[in-house]
């Protein structure tokens, strides 16, 4: 156990969960600190090699070593992309994050390292309450682990033990204990009527949450964004990303986690979406900064050429407002209407690439 020296997300909700919820960075300081005797996750034990071969480490691409950049987890649901939770990439840009595959010592094992492309994060993530915690990341290039199949059923999954894995702070008092090797412990899903007269709003059909009455065992700090699993007659499957909880295996709370069956439209549209068909407005095939420039000079010459066929000459498409003349009222129309239809391009088709 060491102390990790660098930013990991961190989310604490205060006690009167009024849907206030702090997902900021937390700073570490560079103590460290060796203690056999501490628990795992809170409560877990060491992964094997293999076991768990869909789960990634979110690093900062900025540091070099796995251990001190490992910040969230993550799953991969095929060769080149990752689900997570939206507040691990909320106001991040794909150039910050890369994701180690395929390693369960993050000391000692090589993995594959490899950069971010693409973050398309849940449209309608509140980054107060976190509803909707969910985001995925497009790889720059695919890795050869195995993808993990995720939860599509309606089951509830009420008192099914499931697993969950991670990397994250294995002290439950906050004194930062980050673990070199991969963590599991299991933990019974619980209804959402129950979690939600502990978390109120903040718990929704998107949610799953899971835990002991008692605590003890529960996922923490750097666990966010990676799997809550459940067995299958064939495996595992995808059922909760990790989000948050009130501190971390204390009696009386239990763990969040995005449930991840509601969101199978989100995933498979993020998934086959086009984003260069909708997005490239200058046709270099990559998704930056250029085609917003590129975007907003096509609206200006449909506004000129709209203003030349339809303003000057008074002309029927020129009256928008289909008030029997052509004014500066139309015109102030068109401007608005190019507008919008730039920002809603931005909203639904810019998802910009790493550079
Ligand atoms: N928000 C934390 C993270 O960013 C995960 C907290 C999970 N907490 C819990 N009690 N289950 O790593």
Same mark, same amino acid.
């Given at each position: 156990?060491?102390?990790?020296?660098?930013?990991?997300?961190?989310?604490?909700?205060?006690?009167?969960?009024?849907?206030?919820?702090?997902?900021?960075?937390?700073?570490?300081?560079?103590?460290?600190?060796?203690?056999?005797?501490?628990?795992?996750?809170?409560?877990?034990?060491?992964?094997?090699?293999?076991?768990?071969?869909?789960?990634?480490?979110?690093?900062?691409?900025?540091?070099?070593?796995?251990?001190?950049?490992?910040?969230?987890?993550?799953?991969?649901?095929?060769?080149?992309?990752?689900?997570?939770?939206?507040?691990?990439?909320?106001?991040?840009?794909?150039?910050?994050?890369?994701?180690?595959?395929?390693?369960?010592?993050?000391?000692?094992?090589?993995?594959?390292?490899?950069?971010?492309?693409?973050?398309?994060?849940?449209?309608?993530?509140?980054?107060?309450?976190?509803?909707?915690?969910?985001?995925?990341?497009?790889?720059?290039?695919?890795?050869?682990?195995?993808?993990?199949?995720?939860? =599509?059923? @309606?089951?509830?999954?009420?008192? #099914? &033990? +499931?697993? *969950?894995?991670?990397? /994250?702070?294995?002290?439950?008092?906050?004194?930062?204990?980050?673990?070199?090797?991969?963590?599991?412990?299991?933990?019974?899903?619980?209804?959402?009527?129950?979690?939600?007269?502990?978390?109120?709003?903040?718990?929704?059909?998107?949610?799953?949450?899971?835990?002991?009455?008692?605590?003890?065992?529960?996922?923490?700090?750097?666990?966010?964004?990676?799997?809550? =699993?459940? @067995?299958?007659?064939?495996?595992? #499957? &995808? +059922?909760? *990303?990790?989000?948050? /909880?009130?501190?971390?295996?204390?009696?009386?709370?239990?763990?969040?986690?995005?449930?991840?069956?509601?969101?199978?439209?989100?995933?498979?549209?993020?998934?086959?979406?086009?984003?260069?068909?909708?997005?490239?407005?200058?046709?270099?095939?990559?998704?930056?900064?250029?085609?917003?420039?590129?975007?907003?000079?096509?609206?200006?010459?449909?506004?000129?050429?709209?203003?030349?066929?339809?303003?000057?000459?008074?002309? +029927?498409?020129?009256?928008?407002?289909?008030?029997?003349?052509?004014?500066?009222?139309?015109?102030?129309?068109?401007?608005?209407?190019?507008?919008?239809?730039?920002?809603?391009?931005?909203?639904?088709?810019?998802?910009?690439?790493?550079?």
């Amino acid at each position: 156990m060491q102390l990790r020296k660098t930013l990991v997300t961190t989310l604490t909700l205060t006690f009167l969960f009024a849907g206030a919820a702090d997902a900021g960075p937390l700073k570490r300081f560079a103590h460290e600190r060796i203690d056999a005797a501490t628990p795992k996750i809170i409560g877990g034990t060491d992964a094997q090699p293999g076991d768990w071969p869909w789960i990634v480490a979110l690093i900062q691409s900025g540091i070099s070593d796995n251990f001190q950049g490992q910040f969230c987890g993550g799953t991969l649901i095929a060769p080149d992309w990752v689900v997570t939770a939206a507040h691990c990439t909320d106001g991040k840009s794909p150039g910050d994050i890369d994701v180690l595959a395929g390693v369960t010592d993050l000391k000692n094992d090589i993995g594959e390292r490899v950069a971010v492309k693409r973050i398309v994060q849940h449209p309608e993530f509140n980054s107060r309450n976190l509803v909707n915690d969910i985001s995925l990341l497009q790889l720059s290039s695919p890795v050869s682990p195995t993808p993990a199949a995720t939860d =599509v059923g @309606p089951e509830t999954h009420e008192g #099914e &033990l +499931a697993t *969950i894995i991670g990397w /994250g702070d294995t002290d439950p008092t906050f004194r930062n204990d980050f673990p070199f090797i991969l963590q599991q412990a299991e933990v019974p899903v619980i209804s959402n009527t129950l979690c939600q007269s502990i978390y109120g709003s903040s718990i929704t059909n998107g949610s799953l949450c899971a835990g002991y009455a008692d605590g003890g065992k529960d996922t923490c700090q750097g666990d966010s964004g990676g799997p809550l =699993v459940l @067995p299958t007659a064939t495996g595992w #499957e &995808l +059922a909760g *990303i990790t989000s948050f /909880g009130n501190g971390c295996a204390q009696p009386g709370f239990y763990g969040v986690y995005t449930r991840v069956a509601t969101y199978e439209t989100y995933i498979d549209d993020s998934l086959n979406f086009d984003y260069v068909a909708c997005a490239d407005a200058n046709g270099d095939s990559v998704i930056n900064a250029d085609d917003i420039t590129a975007h907003k000079a096509d609206g200006r010459s449909e506004l000129i050429t709209w203003i030349n066929n339809c303003y000057k000459t008074g002309s +029927a498409c020129g009256d928008l407002n289909e008030d029997g003349q052509v004014t500066r009222a139309d015109l102030f129309l068109k401007w608005i209407e190019i507008r919008n239809a730039h920002n809603d391009w931005l909203a639904v088709c810019w998802t910009p690439e790493a550079s």
